[in-house]
């Protein structure tokens, strides 16, 4: 019981950490561009990525090229390290179930 109790402040204090920390880019730096190029195939990576922050949307080919705001790059950039965070955890479930 006092396990759960723990893991509940723990989790509230991360939420609250999370709240705390705030990212404004300078302006200067908000101008900045860099290129980036997006994986295509012919079968699920073929259409145009959607990227939006804060209002402003973006619809970036694939394939090709381009120059973005470097914050639209950051977005991309943490989503594909997300994708291999849960392609890991997914991982080690399935190991972990096939072991049982």
């Known amino acids: 019981m006092a396990t759960k109790k723990a893991a509940e402040n723990a989790v509230e204090e991360v939420k609250a950490e999370e ?15 860099v290129k980036l190029r997006l994986f295509r195939d012919s079968n699920q990576y073929k259409d145009p990525l959607y990227v939006a922050v804060n209002g402003e949307s973006y619809l970036i080919p694939r394939g090709v ?3 973005v705001p ?19 955890q997914l991982r ?9």
Do not use: C, F, H, W
């Open 70 to 88: 470097y914050y639209i790059a950051e977005v991309i950039e943490n989503s594909l390290k997300e994708d291999q965070k849960t392609a890991e």
């Open 92 to 100: 080690i479930l399935e190991e972990n179930y096939a072991g049982k």
């Open 65 to 67: 090229e381009v120059e």
């Open 19 to 33: 709240v705390k920390t705030e990212v404004k880019a300078p302006k200067a730096d908000a101008a900045r561009r």
